[in-house]
């Protein structure tokens, strides 16, 4: 929150410290414990870090056999990286490779990880 006389960033304070001029009273807060009418981003936001800590036990895990991790770990690298078996510049067979890649990344995902992706 700004002050409204010096414009500077103060915390929920009733009284700005810098010049000492009375501030309006905060803002409602809302049931995610944003500004009333501030995005606090997607419904299920607070399961994000959770989904990347159960990804992150998955790659400790010695139980894990070795060739699920390098297949995860190979199918990133070929989405992310630019040298494809199928060029971009071919259209639409360029993108479905990647595509399909991907949807099928995270359905090995979602089977091994037990639903949380």
Known sequence: MKCTNCDREVALAEVCPYCWT???????KNEKGGNKGEYVGPIYADKK???LLALVKYFLDPKVHWQKKL???GAIIYILH???LIPFY???????DDAVLFAF?????????????
């Open 71 to 73: 297949f995860i770990v």
């Open 90 to 96: 071919i259209p639409l067979l360029g993108w479905l």
């Open 49 to 51: 870090p959770s989904k």
């Open 105 to 117: 990344l995270i359905r090995f995902l979602r089977k091994e990880l037990g639903g949380l992706l």
């Open 82 to 84: 630019p040298l494809d």
């Open 22 to 28: 009375k501030l309006p009273p905060p803002p409602e």
